[in-house]
């Protein structure tokens, strides 16, 4: 069976850092585009970000547009986000998923998802 595992959240102060990352196994990681979305309480799931398989297309949501980075290592099958200058509405459990499909912005677009890890921003 096919698992993501997230890992890498917590709890940390406006302004601060923290690196996610998701861990990919029994699937051919190299194949697949890769996405993080977030979801707060009471509102959807939201795209975050977006890597193609090769590394090679990068999309970002406008809202973390040049202070989150989405990166990937195929041959450690991980993917990763670097979360900059985090704000207080970055709140919300991080979901990283995966897609053969190409990968954009929707949610249907992804089979796979892993469970999720709590990122909390305080003011």
């Known amino acids: 069976q096919v698992q993501l595992v997230e890992s890498g959240g917590g709890l940390v102060q406006a302004g601060g850092s923290l690196r996610l990352s998701c861990a990919a196994s029994?699937?051919?990681?190299?194949?697949?585009?890769m996405a993080w979305f977030r979801q707060a309480p009471g509102k959807e799931r939201e795209f975050v970000a977006g890597i193609s398989w090769s590394g090679a297309g990068i999309n970002y949501a406008d809202s973390v547009k040049g202070r989150f980075t989405i990166s990937r290592d195929n041959a450690k099958k991980t993917a990763y986000l670097q979360m900059n200058s985090l704000k207080p509405e970055d709140t919300a459990v991080y979901y990283c998923?995966?897609?053969?499909?190409?990968?954009?912005?929707?949610?249907?677009?992804?089979?796979?998802w892993g469970q999720g890890t709590q990122v909390t921003v305080s003011s």
């Open positions: 029994r699937l051919i990681f190299s194949t697949y585009a």
């Open positions: 998923a995966a897609s053969l499909v190409g990968g954009g912005r929707a949610t249907d677009e992804y089979a796979m």
